[in-house]
Every structure is written in structure tokens, then in C-alpha cells.
């Protein structure tokens, strides 16, 4: 890397692997380093591979992180003891919830054990009326009281969740205040402060889960903050959020809640920086890593988000990047499912510990690596970059022992990877034809360790016939974390009409919640004239129960404002038509929650392009199992370094780089483009080379 120029560093901590990406902002070159992700001491991994890394800390402008930490305290429910302090008559919210039933036919289905138990959810006799009006003060003896209760309890962690506080968060803040300045030791979450829009259960859950996961959270952030500041580090740190933007470390570590989504949000965030380059404006983007498949959708150049999750069956409020993710990673545990002797693979991982059989670690049991090895399609010799070698006889033992002497161990590896492909291509489904969309209108964009094992394939089932793979794919959601800007958004549930005599209170509430939203990144240093604001509404039929996100101009409050009565429900229509099948122009129509989104963007860095050279030749050929055709002999093997720009060959090949390899079946070809992104494109389906 050139000396004097700035350089970002990414690290992205999954399942399996920690992910490091280092750039030079002028030229664009990237410097890819992966580590062990042991979850009993992830700080010192996550040194460890930085130690590895050919700049120090000291010489590194931007720091941003990626980490899983908040989720996995939460699936493993390890988080705090927490208590929660609730209007009187809500204390059962939490363990109520909703009446839906997720699988109607299941008999045996069981609620998700609430985060706090019943005698931890205090109730305090405060009021206030759906309008805003405070109908009842708070007592600060009687929070008192509770509030000493919680802590004789053994509490570390206090969740605030009153009765319209989204319209009005005066009570809220005066308990909050209290709480802070009388028991400092105590991490509060309040709900007002994380979410302020109506549905009492999922806001009570969505601040909830934050007390729960915040003082494990919090401790480890500043755990990596000192680790990194020790080592020369000299700028903060910033945290990778849902919805695909950073955050400062002070705000993450009040808000974990926004990290729970984060793991593939990086590699979303960069497939859009792809589209942008390349002139594509639909993407599914497909993430394979070591424990699961994630996918999502770039619609018409936009990311698609949404309003809300569900995580381990507890709902979450917040603006979150649209993921589908599937147990299809390479460290996806295959068995025979007990009642019907099918093949099965997934959900369970391997992880990094004991990992796949071939491993040699411990693991007995066959994953879909295992299978990848025994069909050749990975190099046991290239693994890892060559610090680790795969053991090809003890997957074929662990697939052998485990899958039964009814097929050969070659077949059962085959029917490892077309399992694993039929769910990815079922999640991509999922978001795509379930939706009314079409997949073959959209590109692939294939990243992550496993990306290439499995895109062509993939695509082939879904009809897609373009696929793109970037330069560093086996990193790239940290890449991506690199091109992710600053963002805060601001909500506020205010249903009203859309009329003209609503108009002027519309506007009022999107300036305050544009003031908000960049006051917010104004304290985070930015300059007010660096940021930019748009704005959506939560829009629905009067009478309707559910809505729909709607899009509003960006430039409302500098001009005429009276266009939105015609504008946006017209908008609303036309998506409602999209989604629905109908809509009707003349029925009103009513706002339920208005959004801001304040942006502070991060310059882009520079693409290092490939240079134009002379047709590289194979570095090897192996023998190679593909599904339409079984053992393909000599097969070329390529160092995608030596590919230059626009150099174009056809399958079958293998496409070998430091952390991923690339195959390229028979009727694809391969190309390398301008940016240095590996095209695959489908051939006719006569062809076959």
C-alpha cells in the first residue's frame, strides 16, 4: 500500500470467521485477512487478526465494526437480569403479545419466554391519554420504591415502557432522569428514546431487548475500543447498524437494539456501491457464509428496508435492511431427517469450533463443506489461504457414516449440495416471486466464503443469467461497511388525514422530525450543510389496519407544501396496487407514522481496476463433480489475480482467490469487467462447452 495516503479498516465478526478489510482511499487497492471467530474470547481474536494486517492500527483513518455480539446474547439468552417499569395495567403486555399464530396448524407451538419475569415488571401509577395529555404524573417515591425493589432483585438493567409515550415522552423522561442520576450503575433503556410510534407490545419488546443485551454489549465495545486504542488506534471506532449505516461507539453502546441485523447489512450496502458502478439498478444480493445464506433485494437502485423484525419470535420496532436468512451455510450440518429418511441440511452449524469434519478439529459430523471437499469443487491445499489443508478422507468418512450405504459417499456429497441449493433458491423465492417480483429481472450479486461455490447454480434454478462477483468477495461485507454512511432516522406516530386541513400539522411534524434526525448527526460532528433529509409516511385506507411505507419529496419543507394531498396518495395507490392487486384513487386515505432519514454521506472509496494483460493460463486442472453432467476430468483452474480487465472464458473453470474460489459450470461464462467484478453470464441452454 502507497505511504501517506488515509486507509479505512472493516471488521466484520459472523458465525464462523472474523473478516478484515483494509483500503487505501486512493487507489483503491484492498488487503483481505480472515481469523477464527472463538466466542469465548472475541476480543483477542479480533486483535489477532489485526495484528496480521500490513499497516498498523496507528495508520488507520476510520475503524468500522461489525458484530453479532448483541444477537448472539440475545439467542443464547445471556443478556442482563433485567426489570421493566410500566403504566399500571400493562405489566402483561410483554408475555401477552399478539394472537397470531406464525404456523396455524402446528398444535405444539410454544410463546417465546419473556425477557423478564413477572415479578421484575413493576407497574407505575402514571398516565397518559392517547393525545399527548398527562392525565396522571409520575411519583417519584413510587418509582423509587421499585425501582430499590428491581435492585435488591439482583437487576443490572432497566427497560421504560409507558402508555402513548410516543406521543408524548414527558413521563418517560422524568423516570429516565431519576433513574440515571439515583442508581448510575444501572444500563436504562427508554422507549420513547428508542422508538416513538403505537403498538405498545412490539415497542415494550423492541426496549426490552435492549436493556437485556446492553451491559454485555457495552462491555465488549469497550473492551475493542481500549484493545484498539492500546495498539495505536488514534480515531474512534463506529459500529455497523441494521439498517446498513455507522454509528458512533457512544451512541452503539446505548442502542445495541440497531446492531441486531448488522451481520449482512455490510454486504448489502456494497452490492448497492456495485450497482452504482456498473449501471444495473436490480440486484438480489446472496451472502454464503459459514452458517448461513442471507439475501435481500436492490429495487430500482434503492436498498429495500423495512419497518420492523422479528428475532427468536420477539418483535423488533426500527428501520432494518429486508434479510432473509436461511441455515445454508458451509458449516450447515447434512443428517436423515428421523421420520422420513429424506436428507436434510441445516440449520444446525458446525461453527468454527469443531467445524466441518475436514477440518480435522473434532467435528464428526458432515457439513456442507465436507461435501464441497469430496466433490472437488474446493482445493483442500488452498483453503483459507493456504493456512489450513482440508481433509478429503475424513469428510468422506463423516458423510459416509452419518448418510447410510444407500447411495455412494460422491452421491450423497451431490445430494449435500442440490439440498443446500433448493433452500437457498427457496429464500431467494421468498423475496422475489412471493412478492409478485420475478427473479430472472434481476442480477446476482454473490459474496461472502461460499459465494461463488454456489452462484451459478443458484441462478440457473431461479432463471437468473447474470451473476456478479466482487473483487475481495470473501470479505466484502466488511468492504461494504466501507461505503456505509452516517444516518439517523427520526419517527413519530401521528395519524391524521390526509386533507388540507391537516396539511399544516403534517408539515409541523416533519420539521421537527428533520431537526431531530440531524441534530442527532450535527452532535456527532458533522456540519449542518453536509446532510441530507428525506422523508416517507406510514399511509393506509381510512378504516385499515395496516400500512404502507410511501415515499414523500425530499424538498417538501423548502417549497409548496400543498402537492403532498395529491402526490402521496397517489403514490400510496400505486403501491398498494403492486403489492395488493387494487387500490382505489378516490377512497381517503390517512397518515399513521412519519419518518425522517438524515444521511451525513462517507466519500466513496476509489475501485483499484484491473489492469489489461495477456490471457493468463490455467495454474491446474482437477477433476470436478458438476450436477448436470457428474465428473468433469482436467478442469482449469485460474488465479483470478492474473485475470486482467475484460479477459472472457468459458466453463466449465474454477476460479481460485485467497478466500473463496469461483466455479463456473458448463453453459456459463466468465468474464472480468472494468471494476474487477468476475461477470458470470448464463449461455443458451444448447450450449455446452
Not at 296 to 313: F, K, M, P, W
Not at 437 to 452: A, K, Q, T
Not at 605 to 623: E, K, L, M, Y
Request: proline share 5%.
Amino acid at each position: 500500500m502507497a505511504e501517506g495516503t488515509k486507509r479505512r479498516l472493516a471488521v466484520d465478526v459472523g458465525g464462523t470467521f472474523i473478516d478484515y478489510v483494509l483500503l487505501d482511499e486512493a487507489t483503491g487497492e484492498v488487503v483481505v485477512e480472515k481469523q477464527s471467530a472463538m466466542a469465548s474470547n472475541l476480543v483477542n481474536e479480533f486483535m489477532a487478526g489485526i495484528e496480521r494486517l500490513p499497516v498498523p492500527l496507528s495508520r488507520i483513518e476510520m475503524l468500522i465494526h461489525g458484530t453479532t455480539v448483541a444477537l448472539n446474547t440475545l439467542v443464547q439468552l445471556r443478556g442482563a437480569k433485567t426489570g421493566l417499569l410500566t403504566t399500571k395495567g400493562c405489566r402483561d403486555v410483554l408475555e401477552l403479545g399478539r394472537g397470531g399464530r406464525p404456523q396455524i396448524f402446528d398444535l405444539q407451538i410454544t410463546a417465546a419466554t419473556p425477557l423478564v419475569e413477572r415479578k421484575l415488571r413493576r407497574e407505575i401509577g402514571e398516565r397518559m391519554a392517547a393525545d399527548g395529555t398527562v392525565l396522571r404524573p409520575v411519583e417519584i417515591e413510587e418509582v423509587r420504591r421499585e425501582v430499590d425493589f428491581l435492585v435488591a432483585q439482583g437487576v443490572t438493567a432497566v427497560a421504560i415502557t409507558f402508555l402513548h409515550s410516543y406521543k408524548n415522552p414527558e413521563n418517560e423522561r422524568i423516570v429516565a432522569d431519576f433513574v440515571r442520576t439515583a442508581y448510575p450503575d444501572l444500563a436504562v433503556s427508554v422507549s420513547s428514546e428508542l422508538v416513538r410510534e403505537w403498538r405498545e407490545f412490539e415497542r415494550t419488546s423492541t426496549t426490552v431487548i435492549n436493556a437485556f443485551t446492553q451491559p454485555h454489549f457495552a462491555g465488549y465495545a469497550r473492551s475493542v475500543e481500549k484493545a484498539t486504542r492500546e495498539a495505536g488506534l488514534a480515531h474512534p471506532i463506529a459500529f455497523l447498524r441494521s439498517n446498513g449505516s455507522v454509528m458512533p461507539i457512544s451512541a452503539a453502546e446505548s442502542r445495541p437494539v440497531d446492531t441486531l441485523g448488522s451481520g449482512p447489512a455490510g454486504g448489502v450496502v456494497g452490492a448497492k456501491a456495485v450497482l452504482e458502478a456498473t449501471g444495473y439498478k436490480n440486484a438480489i444480493c446472496a451472502d454464503v457464509g459459514g452458517t448461513t445464506y442471507d439475501v435481500a433485494l436492490i429495487q430500482n437502485g434503492e436498498i429495500v428496508e423495512r419497518s420492523n423484525t422479528i428475532v427468536e419470535d420477539r418483535p423488533i420496532m426500527g428501520s432494518v435492511i429486508d434479510i432473509i436468512s436461511v441455515g445454508a451455510g458451509g458449516g450447515s450440518l447434512a443428517s436423515l431427517d428421523p421420520l422420513s429418511g429424506s436428507l436434510k441440511v441445516g440449520p444446525e452449524s458446525a461453527g468454527a469450533q469443531p467445524g466441518p469434519a475436514c477440518f480435522g478439529l473434532g467435528g464428526l459430523l458432515p457439513t456442507v463443506t465436507d461435501a464441497q471437499v469430496v466433490l472437488h469443487l474446493l482445493d483442500p491445499d488452498r483453503f483459507l489461504g493456504r493456512r489450513m489443508t482440508l481433509n478429503r478422507s475424513l469428510a468422506e468418512k463423516a458423510i459416509g457414516e452419518a448418510l447410510g450405504t444407500g447411495a455412494t459417499v460422491v452421491e450423497h456429497a451431490a445430494g449435500i449440495i442440490a439440498v443446500a441449493q433448493a433452500n437457498m433458491a427457496n429464500a431467494i423465492r421468498q423475496i422475489t416471486t412471493q412478492r409478485g417480483l420475478d427473479p430472472r429481472d434481476f442480477v446476482m450479486i454473490s459474496y461472502g466464503g461460499g459465494g461463488g461455490l454456489f452462484a451459478a447454480g443458484v441462478s440457473e434454478e431461479l432463471g437468473i443469467r447474470t451473476v456478479l462477483i466482487p473483487p475481495a468477495a470473501a470479505g466484502f461485507s466488511a468492504w461494504g461497511m466501507l461505503t456505509s454512511d452516517y444516518r439517523e432516522d427520526a419517527t413519530l406516530t401521528s395519524s391524521r388525514p390526509i386533507t388540507a386541513d391537516s396539511l399544516p400539522m403534517i408539515v409541523r411534524d416533519l420539521r421537527e422530525l428533520r431537526s431531530q434526525a440531524s441534530a442527532a448527526l450535527i452532535g456527532y460532528g458533522f456540519a449542518p450543510q453536509a446532510l441530507t433529509c428525506s422523508f416517507t409516511a406510514e399511509v393506509r385506507f381510512a378504516g385499515q389496519e395496516h400500512t404502507i411505507n410511501t415515499p414523500i419529496d425530499s424538498d417538501i419543507l423548502d417549497g409548496d407544501a400543498g402537492g403532498l394531498l395529491d402526490e402521496l396518495p397517489a403514490r400510496f395507490v400505486e403501491r398498494h396496487r403492486e403489492r395488493y392487486g387494487h387500490g382505489d384513487r378516490d377512497a381517503p386515505t390517512e397518515i399513521v407514522t412519519l419518518r425522517c432519514r438524515a444521511v451525513a454521506p462517507v466519500v466513496r472509496p476509489a475501485n483499484a481496476r484491473p489492469q489489461a494483460r495477456a490471457a493468463a493460463a490455467p495454474v491446474t486442472s482437477r477433476d470436478i463433480w458438476f450436477a448436470d453432467g457428474g465428473w468433469r476430468a482436467a478442469v482449469p483452474v485460474y488465479e483470478r489475480g492474473d485475470l486482467g480487465a475484460e479477459r472472457v472464458f468459458d466453463g466449465p473453470a474454477v476460479i481460485d482467490e485467497w478466500t473463496t474460489t469461483v466455479i463456473v459450470p458448463p453453459r456459463w461464462s466468465a468474464r472480468v469487467d472494468q471494476l474487477g467484478n468476475l461477470e458470470l453470464i448464463l449461455q443458451d441452454k444448447g450450449s455446452d462447452r
